[in-house]
């Protein structure tokens, strides 16, 4: 593959309500998706999915484009890549900035497997159909309000939730819903938003005793020991999320004992490669692994249901939060390429690629603008 041209575009989704995390408030979904061509002609579609602002990692939609623009496309333009492992390698002099390389490499992938006549889960691996299902609650002003956003879930047949907390909001609103909901399998996801100290680790330790099947992100990215003493204080496993941004990190956390799972968002991570290589290494260190999702476009999404098949993927799966926060969602599929029966999730692509089957009409409504590089 040669790539001879490329377009970046700031894509401005509108949500169904608003989703509150302890790191903000949104009420659209603003993505950059990448498109490139080669000396074929073939284009391949990719995604960064940074946040507006630097409140989730440093990167955020301006730095995404002007890396991808001003680094990694001039980088790779005209430049022989013989699969989309090879960029890897080619962008290695680049510090971090792993929303944009994910954006190039996963648009590569979809170019590669076009041109191979290939899926995407047939490139990495994957073998599983079905996954369970995970709902993101978001947080509430009230008890009141968590309870009804459960119920809509728990009516759809969805019987494990990840419910985001912050300090102050967060054992009332897990008891209530384990009150309620005897039936369901609780999470709690709580970005970063805590200090490791006494009363803290204590809250915690109340939290414990609700039986969780997962405490996600408790403290601070850069804290691995800190996580690794509150696992040792709790018999919930503690999933690390933020903190796992490299193969590196996902390594030292797993030697350091600061978690059971890992939390794997490609775009985080780097792309599509090292998120196999973090999954490889998981399942080699028994450590769960899920696919955790960031309301994607559907050009993201179509990478996290071929992520999802993946051996040692059995955690349900939490990546489905844009089908019920952004706007109209599955009228941007020609054709649907995934089954949701109760709690279960079915993969069901066909198209080679990423396998895209889209509606872009539709999606182009929230289009804000496109950069030609």
Known sequence: MKIKKGE?????????????TSFGKFDYREIVIVKLTDEDGVTGYGEASSLAMPVYTPEFTESVIWAIKKVIFPTIKGVELKTPFDLQEKLGFIKGNNFAKTGVEVALFDLYGKKNKKRLIDIIGGSKKDSNISATVSIHDDIEGALAEVKDYYNKGIRYLKVKVKPGFDYSYLKAISDEFKDVYLM?????????????????KKIDKLGLYSMEQPLATGELIEHSKLQKELK?????DESIDSVYSAQKAIELKSCRQINIKFGRLGGINNALKVNSISAKNKVDVWIGGMLESPVGFYVNLALSTLPNIDLPVDFLGALSY???????????????????????IEENGLGLELNWKKINNALYKSINL
């Not at 952004?326 to 069901?348: C, H, M, S, T």
Request: net charge positive; proline share 7%.
């Open 8 to 20: 970046v575009s700031i894509y401005k989704f509108p949500t169904v309500r608003p989703f509150v």
């Open 188 to 204: 709690l996801d709580a970005n970063s938003g805590y200090k490791y100290d006494k009363k803290n680790t204590n809250t915690f």
């Open 236 to 240: 919930s496993p503690i999933s690390l």
């Open 326 to 348: 952004i706007k109209d969602y599955e009228g941007f599929f020609k054709r649907k390429p995934y089954k949701i029966k109760g709690n279960k999730l079915r993969v069901d």
